[in-house]
């Protein structure tokens, strides 16, 4: 399935904000942000791109945050640093019918 051009900006831009690597610390609050941005098929197409660029535990930790962000709410300060990371990395925190390129 080819991503829409809004998941590749997402992608560069998560990517920018963390280009070690994103930490699995930040995965929970990353796609809690991310919830509030995009689709929920988006939000499963992020994680499969992540998932398929880590190593198969962390792909297997992302892939659980997914499911976790429905039940758990992530602590605000760990959504607030995840922001500010990914603010660092150019990421506009519009929602998909703002984004124009």
Same mark, same amino acid.
């Given at each position: 399935? &080819?991503? %829409? !051009?809004?998941?590749? #900006?997402?992608?560069?831009?998560?990517? $920018?904000?963390?280009?070690?690597?994103?930490?699995?610390?930040?995965?929970?609050?990353?796609?809690?942000?991310?919830?509030?941005?995009?689709?929920?098929?988006?939000?499963?197409?992020?994680?499969?791109?992540? &998932?398929? %660029? !880590?190593?198969?535990? #962390?792909?297997?930790?992302?892939?659980? $945050?997914?499911?976790?962000?429905?039940?758990?709410?992530?602590?605000?300060?760990?959504?607030?640093?995840?922001?500010?990371?990914?603010?660092?990395?150019?990421?506009?925190?519009?929602?998909?019918?703002?984004?124009?390129?």
């Amino acid at each position: 399935m &080819a991503l %829409s !051009s809004y998941v590749h #900006s997402i992608l560069n831009w998560v990517r $920018a904000g963390y280009p070690e690597g994103l930490p699995p610390k930040d995965y929970l609050p990353l796609f809690a942000l991310l919830g509030t941005q995009v689709t929920q098929q988006d939000l499963q197409d992020i994680a499969d791109q992540l &998932a398929d %660029s !880590s190593d198969p535990s #962390s792909a297997s930790e992302l892939k659980k $945050a997914i499911t976790d962000v429905v039940n758990v709410k992530p602590n605000d300060a760990d959504v607030a640093r995840v922001r500010a990371r990914l603010a660092e990395g150019g990421w506009p925190l519009a929602r998909p019918e703002q984004f124009t390129t």
